[in-house]
């Protein structure tokens, strides 16, 4: 399934959108789609990372060093 989605974009990049857009055939829709692929699961792992460390903070989460874990599980040399 595909949805429309509408974006402000500055005049800067839409002109740099179109540009790129013309010298390769792709379409606008091409790169935007592209850009918003690669950077997604990035700005995921950003917002699940900034999510533990508030549980951390607030003392709901703990962490377990390596040595800890491995200690744990007998692997500690």
């Known amino acids: 399934m595909v949805h429309a989605v509408s974006i402000r974009l500055p005049d800067e990049i839409t002109t740099r959108l179109a540009d790129l857009s013309a010298k ?3 379409s606008k829709t091409y790169y935007i789609t ?3 692929i ?3 699961a990035d700005l ?3 917002y699940l990372a900034e999510q533990r460390l508030t549980e951390i ?3 709901r989460s ?3 060093t390596l040595d800890d874990v491995e200690r744990d599980l007998g692997l500690a040399n």
């Open 24 to 26: 390769t055939g792709r």
């Open 34 to 36: 592209e850009a918003i």
């Open 38 to 40: 690669e950077h997604l």
């Open 44 to 46: 995921e792992d950003i």
């Open 57 to 59: 903070r607030a003392g």
């Open 62 to 64: 703990t962490i377990h």
